[in-house]
């Protein structure tokens, strides 16, 4: 073993601590075939941990061919959708609650339009889908005239982007809507999915022919991501490990061209050549980045958090300023019961 997620010190709410236990106790967990690495195609695969930051059984995998870390086996669908649906927001519950969240969706919907606008992607997009919405703040971020539709498994979540006008569907009703769309976000989402390659093709049926996929997923080399411990980085809930070269490469497995990436592990796709891709050659050692994680001392994490907030505060002041309030502003209007 090389990772001892255990070692990480998780301070956990009543709640969560509740839930996990209840799901432990129960076997929630069902486990579906082993998979091929779905970077490269390879299935020789080294230990890397046995278990998740929770303490759930898991076993994490290390691609010997190309470094793509993931969870395999991994859980069956059904198991997935129930998780999803009934567990998640106990068993992941964050600390900003429903507002703190909305704005920080919100900013990232600024975020994008940003980058799509210096990419020179920005013209002629008309209409946005937003899959994995939560609570719909990235969507209500994009331009009213935009028609704006976003799908997730959590009916309270969807219920709080509906009470101020948004259109948040639940995800059992995907596969059969039948409109395209010029822009489709993935934010914090294909790390979630059993099979990033058949969701890619999946989530791509749904484009216009000229549109365009802009997703997000944790970056194990950015730096924005170092305010957290690397054991943290290992939680149930995130099957893959992506670099920008393995996030290319499962893109185009799905027949998507890669149109930007950094290693932020933000990137535009777009329906396109899969040969734009290099297997396995053009794909860095993942592991070697998480050895070199972990072997970072407290106080050069700690100096990563502050870098990290530091930045965050100096965007507040500046260009992001006007976002911020735009995103506070919006977020009062959500009415919750018993609010
Ligand atoms: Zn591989």
């Keep these: 073993m090389i990772l001892k997620p255990d070692q990480g010190k998780i301070s956990i709410s009543d709640t969560q601590r509740r839930r996990i236990t209840e799901l432990k106790a129960g076997n929630f967990f069902r486990f579906r075939k082993p998979d091929p690495c779905f970077a490269?195609?390879?299935?020789?695969?080294?230990?890397?941990?046995?278990?998740?930051?929770?303490?759930f059984q898991l076993e994490y995998v290390h691609c010997t061919d190309c470094g793509f870390i993931f969870a395999n086996p991994y859980y069956t669908d059904?198991?997935?959708t129930e998780f999803y649906t009934k567990?998640?927001?106990?068993?992941?519950?964050?600390?900003g609650g429903v507002e703190g969240t909305f704005v920080g969706e919100f900013m990232v919907g600024r975020k994008i339009t940003r980058l799509l606008r210096k990419l020179g992607l920005y013209e002629g997009i008309s209409s946005a889908l937003d899959y994995g919405c939560a609570y719909g703040g990235t969507l209500a971020a994009l331009p009213e005239s935009w028609r704006r539709a976003g799908y997730d498994f959590d009916p309270r979540q969807l219920a709080v982007g509906n009470s101020i006008g948004l259109d948040l569907r639940p995800m059992s009703e995907f596969a059969s809507a039948p409109e395209r769309y010029k822009l489709i976000t993935m934010i914090q989402v294909l790390e979630h999915l059993p099979d990033p390659v058949q969701s890619l093709r999946e989530?791509?049926?749904?484009?216009?022919?000229?549109?365009?996929?802009y997703l997000e997923v944790p970056g194990l080399r950015a730096s924005e991501n170092r305010?957290?411990?690397i054991h943290l980085a290992f939680k149930n809930c995130h099957r893959h490990m992506f670099t920008a070269a393995s996030l290319r490469n499962v893109a185009a497995a799905a027949g998507l061209e890669t149109l930007f990436v950094n290693e932020s592990l933000e990137a535009v796709l777009r329906p396109g050549?899969?040969?734009a891709a290099a297997m396995p050659a053009g794909l860095e050692d993942t592991l070697g980045s998480v050895r070199g994680r972990l072997r970072e001392t407290p106080v050069k994490r700690?100096?990563?958090?502050?870098l990290h907030d530091l930045r965050r505060y100096m965007h507040k002041l500046g260009a992001g300023r006007h976002d911020f309030a735009d995103a506070r502003k919006m977020a009062r209007q959500?009415?919750?019961?018993g609010k």
Excluded: M, N, W
């Design 40 to 55: 490269c195609g390879g299935t020789e695969f080294t230990d890397v941990c046995s278990e998740d930051r929770y303490g």
């Design 78 to 80: 059904e198991c997935l």
């Design 87 to 95: 567990h998640y927001t106990e068993v992941y519950g964050r600390g």
């Design 203 to 213: 989530v791509a049926s749904k484009l216009s022919p000229d549109g365009l996929i």
């Design 227 to 229: 305010r957290y411990d």
């Design 273 to 275: 050549s899969p040969k």
């Design 302 to 306: 700690r100096f990563f958090q502050l």
């Design 334 to 337: 959500i009415k919750l019961e």
